[in-house]
């Protein structure tokens, strides 16, 4: 998981040793050690803290994109952009987070004000989520407000908690400190992993309110924040606090804007040039300050393209969850909600990394190939993209299963014959249906029926043993249509009834029923659909299901009370189930198929999650490794901003391209593929060009040169002494 990564930038500067505060300050006290070990008794809290806290953030996140898309009824695109601004946001608020540890709070308090701040964010979220309270604004309103807060606690507490773990350990003990931060990335994939399993259970399995419990599905996530705070809290008289010490962020900014302030207020030609741009801050600060930072500018130029692997790796909670609404969810012995996919990428993060550096790595230099780390992140970039590529394939096959897509001046139309002869249907100026319509016969597919217009009368003539009757309809453009032809007083009578313009939603089952008995009925399909359906072949309203088999329904009519057996109900088919007579104590039903089911199985998803998991181990911890190498120690903090900025931009990324610029789907991930892949070349090509230094060399070189320099001015004012 990309939080992950911020762990190991923190392991990373704790284990480089930070400088203790100048000025007097207390000494710390030593914590109790866990079991007579090194390790102190405050990390316990630390580590379960981290535990709850990546539960709740992830737990929530899991059923977001759903949320928006069942509870608001918002279209694909925008559910899909609010996601990716919250995301963004998420990576946005740690620089805020540091600059408030670093420069005035210190990380402790720090942590704790923003939890209380998530905490406040998680409730309001799940009251929102409560679909008696209020309209629709105020879901929106106390949502998106939930979410802003959620952002910011999540966001600024990112870069203290690892780090307060590591002011724990006393400087002696630094192979204790890097396997804690082993424990705190396992901590971390732990609490995602159980999260993202369980609240789409809570959400799909669980009902409150008549519908998806989103409340509770929000609420435990809620529940687990407020135990992270407790547990925070209650190991406070153990914890090191070491005082703030300033931000390193905030001075490289003003340097480096001091610098091109100063560039443009010297722009004339009479003065000298300088070697780099940076120097131009050599008259308020150091040599050393300015050199460190150049250093860091080499990494974040190569960070310029890595935005796009992020604007793609994160589309798990958001596209790829809505294609898995529209899969087979069934594994025969589970069912999974298409947002408990997304468990796959802690459940191989935790797999890949073992395998990756204790046997592909090595394997790899075993065969003499220079796998560079630019080579790593190039690799993990293809992965991805081939991901991508794999689901466009996969959403091709999906949209096999869809409605024709509606275009003006145009309808569709279909004949359930319910009569117990064939009946030939002609429908005014149009050249239809060739052949009569058998008795129950299963229909074909709709047929397009053009219009003249927006809507159009016409004249559907039934042709039934030598009678012939005419019946006159409105059809509107856009619209999709079943003629419903049965018998009624020894004759035909029809009825022309609107059927559903898509698949039903979130892999449910829609389910209509046409009442073919000389009485009403009065349906029981599980415990709390109940519906009325008037006599003479009236029909229903659509219900939704969800997916299984429903054997035990109940039809209660004038005479008595039946059985209802309607079979499977599968995920996205559209069902007219027409009650046709009773006998021997059951209810005897005709089934037709609207909208075919899903056909393409979730497991198809796999291959693209292994991908994409696979490029994200090479990409991401290859890059930090990387990036970690090739900066001053002084600079960590730099390049951990800079990191998470790269996921909010590629988070940003996303947003524009689904509010901008919407498409067909597949054509998306296409276009996300291809971009990706230009972008790994271009990211190839700088990385050729960049050449790997050792950052405490370039600091030695630094040091002898300007000792240097010192020795040439002593001797050029002794000389002039002598003169």
Known sequence: MAEGDGTLQAAKEAQAGDDP?????????????????????????????????????????????????????????????????????????????????????????????????????????????????????????????????????????????????????????????????????????????????????????VKCFGEDCYALAFGVPAALMVLALVVFIAGSGLYRKTPPQGNVLLEVCKCIGFAIKNRLKNRSRQIPKRDHWLDWASEKYSKQLIGEIKMVTRVLFLFIPLPMFWAL???????????????????????????????????LILVFIPVFDLGLYPLINMCKFNFTPIRKMATGMILAGLAFGLAAVIEVKINETDMPQLVPEESLIRVLNLAKNPVQVTIQDRDLFQQPVEAFQNPAEYSKLILNGEQQSLRFTLQHQGLSLAFNYTVKEKSVYSLIVFEAEESLSSHLITDLEAKPENGLAAVRFINGLSQDVNLTIDSEQFIAVQKNYSASEYSLLKRDKYNNGKCITETGEFTLDLGLLDFGASYTIVITNVSGGAVKTWKSEDIKANNVHMAWQLPQYILISAGEVMFSITGLAFSYSQSPASMKSVLQAGWLLTVAVGNTLVLVVAQAAPMAQWAEFVLFTVLLFAVCIIFSIMGYFYVSVDPEDLEEKEEKRETSSRGNMISLVTQKTKL
């Not at 996140?61 to 925008?78: G, M, P, Q, R």
């Not at 939890?115 to 409560?130: D, E, R």
């Not at 790796?313 to 529209?326: H, N």
């Open 313 to 347: 790796f994160d589309q798990q909670g958001s596209r790829w969850t809505l294609q898995a609404t529209k899969m087979n969810a069934d594994f025969g012995i589970y069912v999974l909600e298409p947002d408990q996919m997304q468990f796959l990428n802690p459940l």
């Open 21 to 205: 505060p100048k000025g007097d300050f207390p000494v710390q006290k030593k914590s109790p050690k866990l079991c007579g070990s090194n390790y102190p008794l405050s990390i316990a809290f630390i580590v379960v803290n981290e535990f709850c806290e990546r539960f709740s953030y992830y737990g929530m996140k899991a059923v977001l994109t759903l949320y928006f898309l069942s509870f608001f009824h918002w279209d694909e695109n925008l559910s899909t952009a609010v996601y990716h601004a919250f995301s963004a946001l998420c990576y946005f608020t740690p620089v805020i987070g540091a600059i408030m540890a670093d420069s005035w709070l210190g990380k402790y308090k720090t942590i704790i004000y923003l939890s209380i701040v998530y905490v406040v964010g998680h409730l309001v979220k799940s009251v929102g989520a409560i679909p008696s309270l209020g309209n629709q604004a105020v879901h929106v309103i106390l949502s998106m407000v939930g979410l802003f807060l959620i952002a910011l606690g999540t966001g600024g507490i990112k870069p203290c908690v690892s780090a307060f773990g590591g002011d724990q350990f006393e400087e002696e003990h630094t192979a204790e400190r890097s396997k804690f931060f082993s424990i705190f990335y396992l901590s971390i994939n732990a609490g995602s992993l159980i999260s993202t399993f369980v609240t789409p259970i809570l959400r799909g399995d």
